[in-house]
C-alpha cells in the first residue's frame, strides 16, 4: 500500500528569514520573528498605501467606508481568532510531539499574512488588476507578445495582486536590500493562495507567483516540505501552505460581511433586508437572543454593527472547527476548495445569500461601475505612456516621464521584460489619489499658470 504524503507543521513553521537565510539567528526576544513581521508590514510605505486604495465603494465623501487599509487591519484580526481558535485544538491533538511548541505561534502567522495579503493590489480595487492585464491581452501591450517568453506574457495578461504581493515582499527593487521585506518563510507562503506559475492561471487569471519569483517561491515552499506537484511539461506547481486557507478564510469573512455593512450605510440596503439576511446565520434560540439585544438600542447602523460582529463570530467558529476537522486533507494536499465552502449548512448558506445580494445590489451599482470605468481609464492611459517610455527612452517626452519615476522601479532593466515589469510595478504601487493626479498631469489638467 503506497505511502500517503503529507506536509508536517515542524517544517511549515519555520522562523528563517528570507533573504537572510545566512544570518539566521534562533535566539528569543520579546518579539517573536512573526510578531516582527507583522510589525515590519505595519510601519511598511506600501502598507500605508493601502489607506488610499479602493476596497469596492468609491473612497469616502460623508460617509467613510473601508479601504483596502481598514480592510487588511480587519482580515489580520479576524485571521488571528481564527487562527488562534484553530491552535487550541492542534496543540492538544499533536501535544506529544516534540515540535508541539511552534504551533503557538500560528494566529500571529496569520495575522501577518492577513495584514500582508493585499499589498500587491493596484489602484481602483479589482478593477485595477483587469486593467493592468487587459492592457496587455486587449489593448496596446498586445505588440510586445512576441518579444517575451510565454510564461513572461501569461505574467502579464493574467496579472493577479496575490502574486504581485509575493513580488513586492521578496524582490530586491534598486538600493534595497536582498530579500526584499526579509519576512519568515512561513509568512511569505501563509499569502500565495494559489501557488503555481502563470502558465497554468487559465481563465480564472489566478497564479501565485511571477517568473521572475520562480525560483524565489520555490526554495521558500521546498524548505517549508509544502507538497509539489508532478508536471509533464515542468510548470511549477505546489500544494497550498495549510495557514493559507486560514488567511483566504478570514479575507472571505470580512469582505463579504462587511461589504454588506458598508452598503447598508451608503443606503444601497435597507436595514430591514440586511437584519434578515444576517439573522439566517443562527438558529432560532440564538437569533431570539440577538433580536432582544438588538432592541435595546435605535441606531440601525448599530444594530447592524451588532449583527455583523455577532455574524463574524459564527463564521470564525464554523472556519475554525472545518480547518481542524480536515486538517490531515490539509496536510496531503488533498483539501478543495475554501474553508466556507465546507462550513455547516446553516452558516454556508448564510454566506452564500450574502454573497448572492452582494452580486445583486452593490458591485454593479453605478457608482461603482463608474469607479471601475474611470479606474481603467487611467490605468490603461499611464500603462500606456509609461511602457512607450522604458521602451524608447531616448525620446523627449521619456526622458520627462521617466524623470518623475522612483528610483526604487528599473526602468533601464537589461530585458524587456525587467522594464515593462518596473512600470507594472510603478502603477500598482500608486494608490487612486496618485493614479489620478498624475494622469491628470500629463493631460495638462492640473497645469498652474500664475497671470
Not at 494608490?431 to 489620478?436: E, I, R
Amino acid at each position: 500500500m503506497p505511502v500517503t504524503m503529507k506536509m508536517d507543521w515542524n517544517r511549515l513553521i519555520c522562523d528563517k528569514r528570507f533573504g537572510l537565510e545566512d544570518y539566521h539567528d534562533p535566539r528569543r526576544g520579546v518579539r517573536s520573528d512573526f510578531q516582527r513581521d507583522y510589525d515590519r508590514l505595519v510601519f511598511s510605505s506600501p502598507f500605508r498605501r493601502l489607506q488610499n486604495k479602493t476596497q469596492v465603494f468609491p473612497l469616502p465623501g460623508s460617509i467613510f467606508v473601508h479601504n483596502r487599509l481598514t480592510h487588511s487591519i480587519e482580515v489580520a484580526c479576524v485571521g488571528r481568532s481564527l487562527a488562534t481558535e484553530a491552535a487550541i485544538v492542534l496543540r492538544e491533538r499533536h501535544g506529544a510531539q516534540p515540535w508541539a511548541g511552534k504551533i503557538d505561534a500560528i494566529g500571529e502567522i496569520v495575522a501577518a499574512g492577513c495584514l500582508a495579503h493585499d499589498l500587491g493590489n493596484p489602484p481602483f480595487g479589482h478593477s485595477g488588476e483587469k486593467a493592468i492585464s487587459t492592457f496587455f491581452s486587449e489593448g496596446a501591450g498586445r505588440e510586445l507578445q512576441s518579444e517575451l517568453t510565454p510564461g513572461q506574457w501569461a505574467d502579464l495578461t493574467h496579472f493577479e495582486g496575490n502574486a504581485n504581493a509575493f513580488r513586492l515582499l521578496t524582490h530586491r527593487f534598486k538600493g534595497r536590500r536582498p530579500g526584499g521585506f526579509a519576512m519568515t518563510y512561513s509568512t511569505l507562503a501563509s499569502i500565495v493562495k494559489y501557488p503555481y506559475e502563470s502558465v497554468l492561471a487559465g481563465n480564472k487569471n489566478k497564479f501565485g507567483f511571477f517568473t521572475s519569483e520562480r525560483a524565489d517561491f520555490s526554495r521558500v515552499a521546498d524548505e517549508l516540505g509544502m507538497l509539489r506537484r508532478p508536471s509533464a511539461d515542468g510548470s511549477l506547481r505546489y500544494a497550498r501552505h495549510p495557514l493559507v486557507y486560514l488567511v483566504e478564510a478570514a479575507d472571505d469573512i470580512c469582505y463579504e460581511v462587511m461589504d454588506l455593512e458598508d452598503a447598508h450605510k451608503l443606503g444601497l440596503l435597507a436595514t430591514g433586508e440586511v437584519t434578515e439576511l444576517l439573522l439566517s446565520f443562527f438558529e432560532p434560540e440564538r437569533r431570539s437572543r440577538i433580536v432582544d439585544n438588538m432592541e435595546r438600542v435605535d441606531d440601525p447602523n448599530e444594530k447592524i454593527g451588532y449583527l455583523r460582529s455577532s455574524v463574524i463570530g459564527v463564521l470564525v467558529n464554523a472556519c475554525a472547527r472545518t480547518f481542524t476537522d480536515n486538517e490531515e486533507a490539509i496536510l496531503a494536499g488533498d483539501f478543495e476548495g475554501c474553508l466556507v465552502e465546507h462550513i455547516p449548512e446553516r452558516e454556508r448558506e448564510g454566506y452564500r445569500a450574502c454573497n448572492a445580494l452582494s452580486w445583486d445590489k452593490i458591485y454593479k451599482t453605478p457608482d461603482v461601475v463608474d469607479l471601475e470605468l474611470a479606474g481603467t481609464s487611467i490605468i490603461t492611459f499611464l500603462m500606456e505612456k509609461l511602457i512607450h517610455a522604458v521602451r524608447y527612452p531616448d525620446l523627449n517626452y521619456s526622458q520627462l516621464l521617466l524623470s518623475k519615476v522612483p528610483h526604487q522601479y528599473e526602468v533601464d532593466a537589461p530585458t524587456l521584460y525587467g522594464k515593462v515589469q518596473a512600470v507594472v510595478d510603478h502603477v500598482s504601487g500608486m494608490t487612486d489619489v496618485y493614479a489620478l493626479d498624475l494622469y491628470r498631469r500629463l493631460n495638462g489638467m492640473s497645469l498652474k499658470i500664475n497671470n
